[in-house]
């Protein structure tokens, strides 16, 4: 991947995994734990994104692209 598409791609996966998140959050305790693992997984994003990491934003990046 380019640093242009992950530039251009990681905010739309982001946003998708937070669309994502809110379906989970609207099945209560079921959603429980995809809940917890997705915004784990947005965190990491989120820092590596404010870091300029794009070490870590690649590996957010196929972590975001796994989430289902």
Known sequence: MT???????????Q???RRL???YKE????GAFGVMSIEAILRE???ASAEHDTVA???SFEALK???
């Open 57 to 59: 934003m690649l590996r």
């Open 3 to 13: 640093t242009k598409s992950l530039a251009t791609e990681y905010p739309k996966e």
């Open 15 to 17: 946003a998708r995994v």
């Open 45 to 47: 994003a989120d820092r």
């Open 66 to 68: 796994g989430c289902e």
């Open 21 to 23: 998140l809110g379906f």
């Open 27 to 30: 099945l209560g305790p079921a």
